[in-house]
């Protein structure tokens, strides 16, 4: 165990190195290779702030960091709390001209968003697996949620509303009206840095809220790429471009954000740690928050499962984003008759699997996000070495790359419920553990903290409608023959327990973006009282 714990500092050591020294060479920004870069309107250094008026940012200033080479893309000067509160106070005083325009004529400027994304598709998308290191299909496919769902508000523009309800007074109805909030606040995280935001933005301005938004600061071009193409729409319709503003800063902001009251909702991404406090810090002052937070997300593999699609999917959804989605498959739970045939496929299946710059053509596994994402994969290894667990392939930095690389991890050997095969560890470590039922499947499911996806593999249809009934999976997204991640937009999104409870995206989330009011409308010329009380 010293053995192997002096090896993995040792390897943190060299990736240490390597990152530090090729930080001091020159930014890729300049490098033609990466030419979409400058497409995309950036520059060697980007302002972090941006309310309607000039771009500008009186913060630190940073370095976005290339995951898959160590070596600086470009810089951006960050906002402060002051630049903060400039914006927000842009943002209030925009709801006021924004929430009068008529819903479909949101809807049509939405529509236009969405078509300059499809226009910026391909650097965009190649920006995010640059910056973030998932790999070029998937950075495209992010941008692609963004296209899709502002096709999704579009239509919605149209169709939200309230009911009419029958009054059981003469002369009176009772009617729904659904009206925006006010400012939405909106927190992403680095795994996302696009669609997320794309989820909210599209729906909360659709139904007429604006916006101030912080990204992650490790993926601050994504983010200032992404409120570029939002303001470049807005104002070639002659709207104020603090409707969709930018505050991208540190923690003090995200917690500014918490604390403001002026933010009538904040949708916030992240871990459930900070997710917690965020809830908490929203809740003290009586706001209301939308949680997307973490996943401990399992697949279920029956005995008549089809066991290529199985595999195959267990695959995508555990090496996928070198396993920090927060739908990545964590667990995978086998029936005990197709344990080893299913283990033994996905470890050939993983041993296939080609590592390398997400950018490059074949790549299915890219980099980890940054250093801290490292560590935590070294420091579960030690405490599965410690608990007795096997890894069965994976489990190993590649040193022949110079960024956060290291190999998809399958591991054996541990209790369902040992308490690192319950932690969500934000990297692409799969814990297998073998079942005798479906109803002890679905247990283990259900055991741990956090109710986001889960998948269920089998041709049983008395299965499926009990896993997807009230006491099949727990979680938010409950699926049955494909994997926990890739979720469609049309479809709400989000998950129960430690995961938050929010609900992104499609179906009816749009009501979280609004405030209703339940009106009595009186047309006649007598006041009778509600339940024939008489007070005369």
């Known amino acids: 165990l010293l053995l192997n714990r002096l090896t993995m500092l040792s390897r943190l050591a060299y990736k240490s190195t390597v990152i530090s020294a090729r930080s001091s060479s020159n930014l890729l920004i300049n490098n033609p290779k990466y030419a979409f870069l400058k497409d995309l309107g950036l520059t060697e250094v980007n302002a972090g702030v941006y309310n309607g008026k000039e771009e500008h940012g009186s913060g630190q200033v940073i370095d976005s960091v290339c995951p898959s080479n160590g070596e600086i893309i470009a810089r951006v000067t960050q906002a402060s709390t002051t630049d903060y509160e400039a914006t927000i106070q842009r943002a209030n005083d925009a709801y006021l001209s924004w929430a009068e325009k008529p819903g479909p004529l949101r809807g ?66 009772l009617i729904e009206e659904y009206n925006p909030l006010g400012v939405v606040g909106v927190i992403t995280a680095f795994n996302f840095p696009v669609a997320p935001f794309g989820w909210n933005a599209s729906i909360a301005l659709t139904c007429g809220n604006t916006i101030v938004w912080k990204g992650a600061p490790s993926t601050p071009l994504s983010t200032i790429a992404t409120s570029k193409i939002f303001r470049e729409v807005l104002e070639a319709n002659g709207v ?26 904040l949708s916030f991404t992240g871990s459930c740690k900070i997710g917690r406090e965020v809830g908490v810090a929203v809740q003290s002052r009586f706001g209301k928050s939308l949680l997307e937070l973490g996943g401990n997300n399992a697949i279920i593999v029956m005995d008549d499962a089809d066991i290529d699609m199985a595999v195959r999917s267990t695959l995508f959804a555990a090496v996928g984003t070198a396993g920090q989605r927060c739908t990545t498959t964590r667990r995978l739970i086998l029936h005990e008759k197709v344990y080893d045939e299913v283990l033994d496929r996905l470890i050939k299946s993983y041993k296939q699997v080609k590592i390398g710059d997400p950018i490059d ?66 990297a692409p470590i799969l814990y297998v553990v073998k079942c005798s039922s479906f109803e002890q499947a679905v247990a283990w499911n259900n055991e741990v903290d956090q109710g986001l996806s889960s998948s269920l593999f089998t041709r049983d249809f008395n299965k499926i409608s009990r896993w997807t009934g009230p006491l099949g999976s727990d979680c938010g997204l409950v699926n049955v023959n494909i994997p926990t991640s890739g979720a469609e937009i049309g479809g709400a999104f989000g998950g129960e327990k430690h995961t938050g409870g929010g609900r992104e995206s499609g179906s009816d989330a749009w009501r979280q973006y609004m405030r209703r009011s339940t009106c009595t409308l009186n047309y006649s010329k007598e006041l009778p009282l509600a339940q024939g009380i008489k007070f005369e």
């Not at 104020?240 to 909702?265: F, I, P, T, Y």
Request: charged letters at 25%; hydrophobic letters at 35%.
């Open 240 to 265: 104020d471009g603090a409707v969709c503003s930018l505050a991208q800063g540190g923690a003090d902001v995200g917690k500014a954000m918490a604390d403001d009251k002026r933010v009538k909702l």
């Open 361 to 426: 053509p074949g790549v299915l596994c890219g980099p980890l996000h940054s250093k801290a994402g490292y560590d935590s994969y070294f420091d579960a290894l030690e405490k599965i070495n410690a608990a007795g667990g096997k890894v069965q392939t994976g489990g190993k930095a590649v040193d022949r790359l110079p960024g956060y690389y290291v190999e998809p991890t399958i591991v054996t050997g541990l209790p369902h419920d040992h308490e690192i095969v319950m932690t969500e560890t934000f």
């Open 108 to 173: 049509e400027i939405v529509r236009q968003i969405g078509q300059a994304f499809r226009e910026k598709l391909d650097p965009l998308g190649r920006l995010v697996a640059l910056e973030m290191g998932k790999i070029l299909p998937e950075g495209i496919g992010e941008v692609q949620e963004v296209v899709d769902i502002c096709d999704y508000a579009v239509g919605l523009s149209r169709m939200f509303g309230g009911k009419v309800f029958p009054s059981e007074r003469p002369g009176h109805k």
